[in-house]
């Protein structure tokens, strides 16, 4: 039974590329885009126990976190860099979102919307911190220390001149569905949501990379 | 044991081979080595499509006998926890190669070796020689073996600092390497303790200034101390008091200076049985060898271009938590640089309390680890059925 968010990134990434999953956990998605888009995969994972697992089918994995680590890595040494349901638990998402785009020629990220209508119902409602299928931790055990929403995400891209290339939305264990990330009643209705960003203009017609919107900037 | 010729490369159990006459080691340092010998070992044999060797790279005070019993002491190789049958180095599957060490004592020329040009055993006449030295030795004989790239080059502590030696002189002839709780290069307390070890050896009067091959006594008191001292570097503190605490010998204090306290005791058998296997000069050069490695000095101070040429190769490298002597933090930065310089590398710190021996002792995860590391390895060379 594979993940609709790993279904639909199996979709996006393109086959034969090279990929980064940071939090990769114990390597199930780098290993279905093995097998099933022949990637070359690496991951960066926090835990030993999942980087353990993750060497055992034979996955390049390095045990780090994505505020420390990501550093490290060459400008543009992959095609995708893919952040799954991690970038709320970073101590530094814009940060660690600008290092994704800066190793990787795309990002694939997918948080949680605090924004969807539970959450809201039960702060408005209840005056409680959600529990809710995408948070499912109470407020004091959860590893979820920068939660957003929708809306504050696409500002958070605006800002940092990323180019939103997809986005799609999930809720309950319904399949994707894509989505303008841009019509408020999406930041409602999307339980969590799924991007995938480039920097603006796309890298693939800007060679080299870029310059940034500032005329004396570059 | 058989000798291997230059010409002939006999696929044996071992022995020791012989650099071709008139082709000398040439060192680091700027001397030559005329006659170099190099003791090894191997075990299984080597595939048709030459893809299936591994060369292992021995620690400081270790040798050639990584598997199998050691002719000396008795006692099971070093790795057998690692190398064998149905382990994870296995020579039903693999042809494997552990060779001594330029400059060691088990059979390769070392200090205790007789220098041709004198009839006399070097002494502190030999050469200083460095982790490169080594490394170019043992690529000799990898090739005098027929072997034309390595599967994997795998090493812990000094045998790590070998296999990152590899990936930087000899990356073409690199599938992959493994590199267990070690470093790029020494640090001052690392220098500092091995310092320690030289001084007790050159404090013993029967060391002689080296010269004590002629001699009837060796300078074993020295050399105990040395390994004393080292040994306490391989153990963590929680580790030496479950084992030992304050236990005493024997009932009482002894109100002198027996060995009252059970670490004591432990710390002298390591001492006195060291001495039996190991020659005192040759601790001298190997320590001086490690302290001089420092990778990324040769590499405009710049360890990712050390590393630059071996993109191709997959690297696995694994650090125990308590040990303080390789420590996690020292290994990561070989993982960053490995990382910066484009290659494939995979790397996990190991929960362990028993400091920097872990990587010889018994730890699963190691050895899931490298499991998993080499089968994926071997499926990506077309090894796997």
């Known amino acids: 039974m594979i993940r609709e968010d790993f279904k639909e ?3 996006l990434v393109r086959p034969g590329s ?7 956990g114990e390597g199930v998605l780098l290993d279905l885009l093995t097998r099933e888009k022949q990637v070359d995969g690496r991951g960066l994972e926090i835990s030993a126990a ?5 060497m055992s089918r034979g996955l390049s994995v390095v045990q780090g976190d994505a505020d420390q680590d990501l550093d490290h890595f060459p400008d543009r040494t992959f095609d995708y860099a893919v952040l799954s349901q991690t970038l709320q638990a970073t101590r530094r998402p814009r940060h660690v979102l600008d290092e994704l785009l800066r190793i990787a020629d795309r990002a694939v990220v997918s948080f949680p919307n605090f924004g969807h209508w539970r959450v809201r119902w039960s702060l408005l409602h209840r005056g409680r911190m959600p529990e809710t299928e995408a948070l499912p931790l109470p407020w004091w055990a959860t590893p979820n220390i920068h939660l957003c929403t929708l809306a504050d995400f696409l500002a958070l891209t605006e800002d940092l001149g990323v180019r939103i290339d997809a986005c799609a939305a999930f809720a309950g264990n319904g399949p994707a569905r894509q989505i303008d990330p841009t019509k408020a009643i999406e930041n409602w209705r999307a339980e969590s949501c799924l991007f995938l960003l480039s920097r603006n203009p796309p890298p693939a017609m800007a060679e080299p990379p ?8 570059g | 044991m058989a000798e291997l010729d230059f010409a002939g490369p006999v696929l044996t159990e071992g022995g020791t081979w012989r650099f071709p006459p008139h082709q ?3 060192l680091d340092s700027g001397a030559q080595l005329e006659n170099l010998e190099i003791a090894y070992r191997t075990w299984g044999e080597l595939n048709a499509d030459g893809t299936n060797a591994i060369l292992i790279c021995h ?4 040798d050639q006998h990584v598997a199998g019993t050691h002719p000396i002491s008795g006692k099971p190789g070093w790795w057998t926890r690692l190398v064998g049958p149905g382990r994870p180095i296995d020579p039903a599957k693999h042809f494997i190669i552990c060779s001594n060490v330029v400059g060691g004592c088990m059979g390769s020329t070392g200090p205790a070796s007789i220098n041709p040009a004198t009839g006399k055993a070097y002494g502190l006449t030999f050469p200083v020689i460095t982790i490169a030295d080594m490394v170019r030795g043992q690529a000799m004989l990898v090739e005098a073996l027929g072997v034309d790239t390595l599967l994997a080059v795998v090493g812990g502590s ?3 600092m070998q296999v990152q030696q590899w990936a930087a002189d000899y990356p073409d002839k690199l599938f992959s390497a493994v590199i267990v709780a070690s470093a790029s290069r020494h640090s001052a307390q690392n220098i500092a303790f091995h310092e320690v070890g030289r001084q007790a050896i050159m404090a013993d009067p029967d060391w002689k200034a080296g010269a004590y091959a002629e001699g009837k006594s060796r300078p074993e008191k020295g050399l105990a101390v040395a390994r004393m001292a080292a040994h306490i570097t391989y153990l963590s503190e929680p580790a030496l008091q479950r084992k030992f605490g304050r236990e005493l010998q024997r009932d009482g204090l002894s109100w002198g200076f027996d060995a009252d306290f059970q670490v004591e005791s432990y710390l002298r058998h390591q001492g006195a049985s060291f001495v039996d296997r190991f020659d005192a000069n040759s601790y001298l050069y190997i320590t001086r060898a490690m302290d001089y490695f420092d990778l990324a000095a040769a590499h405009g101070g710049v360890l990712a271009q050390a590393f630059a040429g071996a993109r191709h190769v997959r690297f696995c490298v694994l650090s125990f938590t308590s040990d303080w002597l390789y420590p996690t933090a020292e290994n990561r930065h070989i993982v960053r640089a490995l990382t910066a310089a484009g290659c494939r590398a995979a790397f996990v710190e190991i929960e362990s ?7 010889l002792l018994d730890e699963p995860v190691m050895d899931a680890a490298l499991q998993g590391f080499l089968g994926s390895v071997e499926r990506e060379r077309g090894l796997s059925r």
Request: with cysteine; net charge negative.
């Open chain 2, 158 to 160: 000094m045998g790590g």
């Open chain 1, 9 to 11: 990134i199996l979709r």
């Open chain 2, 24 to 26: 000398p080691l040439r």
């Open chain 2, 59 to 62: 620690a400081l005070t270790g």
């Open chain 1, 50 to 54: 999942g980087v353990a697992a993750c």
């Open chain 1, 18 to 24: 090279r990929v980064l999953d940071v939090g990769c």
């Open chain 2, 353 to 359: 309390d028993k400091g920097h021996d872990a990587f």
């Open chain 1, 210 to 217: 870029a310059p940034s919107g500032d005329l004396f900037d």
